[in-house]
């Protein structure tokens, strides 16, 4: 586990660049650091020890010098791998998942992607080619960037690795912001960074020496294969399999592995499958004296399966405070709430064990959010309603001031690339239109995202949902958060629910065994009654509450948002009259927390990656995340 950067062709750059690149991600990997440099390409390493701890340095090459790597992940099957190479003549200087990848690379090229199965993001480097070969995971658990803007490539695990770089143009892509707003990330490989992209999912890269880049997909998670005859205790018996198997193979290491714990079933269910392996302590995190803390449940079944768990608290101001400092790890603005806990439950983790399981995935795979079931009702509606009545009564109900079933005659007559309730999650098109200080950048959202649904439109609105949750939230929103927040305090998070051969399954199974009218996680769910306490088995989830939209009501919390709805950063992009009108719709009962929450989380990023455009009470925040 680790970080990563490099550049290429850059014989003006001073020597030490690299270096401070490298050093603008060392929580990556505080343990190590090593660089390679040539006339062509400079690349730079930082390393958190896992898996061999005394070997496995990086750049590493290949048996004849000519390959160079940098990799960050683990690679959860490949002593396979190892063997395969073995009988083509390979030999192994070290026991690192590392050396699989510089051999398979130099043995398969990108074919090597086909065989692996873990979380990863890696680069190489080909001396005899001069070309630069860059990959991400299936599902997008470990991070990679490129910087391209014709004249100057660069790569890093994190954008702010390219502050560093003298030929980096930082530049704020304001024609996204529509769609920050919207979404609360970028469902895209574009950036709030003028060119600066993101490796998606499944793809991989190669920057040729003439100075082209190229982008391959070579794996997207589809819904091919659903085998309409399985049953429900079928796909439980299976998964089941499947999830103990996951978990021992994420359970590797040469160091402690611990686990998080919430109150809910997939944290649950994987700590349960952990603990059958080894001893394993369990991380909780709550608030004291709130009724949105999960500890009482968390600590009673640590205690049922004879397990430690380690209770952890945060406040309002632990909250408040490291807002700016969460926003630096980002690398882009995420107004995700539950960040913030999940940074403290790290920080508090990393004081004992420095790799932690967690239970992502399983709401994407397997069907666990709530919005998923509103399938039903609309479905009917469809069904019965033609198509240009729908059309008729949802125009009608739109002038109308608001009434019971308003919204879902409105919602009716929309295609779901438009409904689905996370393409304009935050502020819709209307919203937009009221808060944007330049309303013409405002971009119709649905249409943006509308390919996903494309990709799946023959099939039922459950599983497109699911599988627009597979490309956008998870990638972007679960798993973004998962690594920025645990890196930053230089701890390995490994998500079993996450994994190749978990979703090969999830994507065979049929609507019915993975929703039903009243219940999520159906087949997940009835697994986990075979080994869980039916409390836990059965709960509703909860997601990661906080007491965020209670706080914002209160000193000095509220007084904080005024300030920044009223800072140089809010009258450079925003109507500050709409967004005060919406903090005090806030106060006075109407929940808007996630709308206030979103602009408050901008205007921090925003002051601490462009300090120079802000006059105003910004200095500490620099100071803060030394940007």
């Not at 270096?19 to 929580?27: E, F, G, L, T």
């Not at 080619?129 to 660069?154: M, Q």
């Not at 659903?226 to 796909?235: L, P, R």
Request: hydrophobic share 35%; aromatic share 14%.
């Amino acid at each position: 586990m680790c970080g990563f950067v490099g550049y290429v062709n850059q014989k003006d750059v001073p020597t030490n660049t690299i270096n401070s690149m490298a050093d603008r991600i060392k929580h990556r990997g505080p343990d190590d650091e090593a660089y390679f440099h040539d006339e062509q390409a400079v690349m730079g390493f930082r390393r958190l020890s896992i898996i061999d701890l005394a070997h496995g340095k990086q750049p590493m090459y290949n048996r004849d010098q000519t390959k160079v790597l940098t990799f960050n992940g683990e690679i959860y099957n490949y002593q396979e791998i190892r063997a395969d190479l073995q009988k083509l003549g390979y030999e192994f200087q070290t026991d690192v998942d590392s050396e699989v990848l510089i051999h398979g690379y130099d043995a398969w090229g990108p074919k090597l992607l086909d065989r692996l199965r873990g979380m990863y993001a890696f680069v190489i480097y080909d001396k005899t080619t001069n070309e630069v070969f860059g990959a991400r995971d299936h599902f997008g658990i470990k991070p990679l960037y490129y910087y391209d803007d014709g004249d100057t490539f660069l790569w890093a695990s994190e954008i702010k690795a390219f502050l560093e770089h003298p030929n980096f143009k930082k530049e704020f892509n304001e024609a996204l912001l529509p769609i920050h707003l919207s979404f609360e990330f970028i469902p895209s490989r574009d950036t709030m960074f003028k060119n600066v992209y993101k490796v998606l999912p499944g793809q991989y890269f190669i920057h040729h020496a003439n100075g082209e880049t190229e982008t391959h997909r070579y794996f997207k998670f589809n819904y091919d294969h659903i085998d309409n005859s399985q049953t429900v205790e079928e796909d439980a018996k299976k998964i089941r399999g499947i999830v103990d198997e996951s978990v021992k193979a994420h359970m590797i290491a040469d160091v402690e592995v611990g686990s998080f714990l919430s109150s809910g079933i997939d944290s649950s269910y994987v700590l349960n499958e952990a603990s059958k392996l080894k001893p394993i302590q369990s991380f909780s995190l709550g608030f004291k004296n709130s009724k949105y803390s999960e500890l009482s449940w968390s600590t009673e079944f640590a205690k049922e399966i004879k397990q430690k768990n380690t209770p952890l608290y945060m406040t309002g101001d632990d909250y408040f405070d490291i807002l700016p400092t969460i926003m630096y790890y980002m690398d882009e603005p995420l107004s995700n709430p539950s960040a913030m806990q999940l940074y403290y439950l790290s920080k508090g983790t990393r004081q004992s064990v420095k790799v932690a399981l967690s239970g992502e995935g399983a709401d994407e795979f397997f069907g666990g959010y709530n919005t998923y079931l509103e399938a039903i009702p609309f479905e009917r509606y469809q069904k019965w309603v033609p198509k240009g009545i729908r059309k008729m009564l949802g125009g009608i109900a739109e002038k109308l001031p608001r009434f019971h079933g308003r919204r879902f005659l409105v919602r009716g007559a929309q295609p779901l690339s438009e409904r689905y309730y996370r393409v304009n999650y935050v502020f819709d098109y209307h919203d937009r239109n009221k808060i944007l200080k330049n309303p013409s950048l405002n971009q119709d959202a649905g249409a943006y995202t509308k390919h996903l649904f494309d990709d799946v439109k023959g099939l039922d609105e459950m599983t497109q949902m699911q599988y627009f949750d597979i490309n956008t939230w998870l990638p972007y929103d679960i798993l973004h958060k998962a690594d920025r927040m645990s890196m930053a305090n230089s701890l390995e998070v490994r998500t079993p629910l996450v994994d190749k051969e978990v979703a090969k399954f999830a994507a065979t199974m049929p609507v019915k065994t993975r929703i039903h009218a009243d219940e999520t996680k159906v087949s997940l769910r009835t697994a986990a009654e075979a080994e869980l306490p039916e409390r836990v088995a059965k709960k509703e989830k909860m997601g990661f509450p906080s007491p965020i939209a209670t706080w914002i009501k209160t000193e000095p919390y509220k007084s904080r948002i005024i300030e920044a709805f009223n800072s140089d950063v809010a009258h450079k992009f925003f109507n500050t009259d709409a967004l005060m009108e919406i903090l005090h719709e806030h106060i006075n009962g109407k929940s808007s927390m996630q709308k206030i929450f979103t602009i408050y989380t901008f205007i921090l990023w925003y002051e601490v990656y462009f300090p120079e455009d802000t006059t105003a009470k910004t200095v500490d925040l620099v100071r803060r995340t030394q940007v």
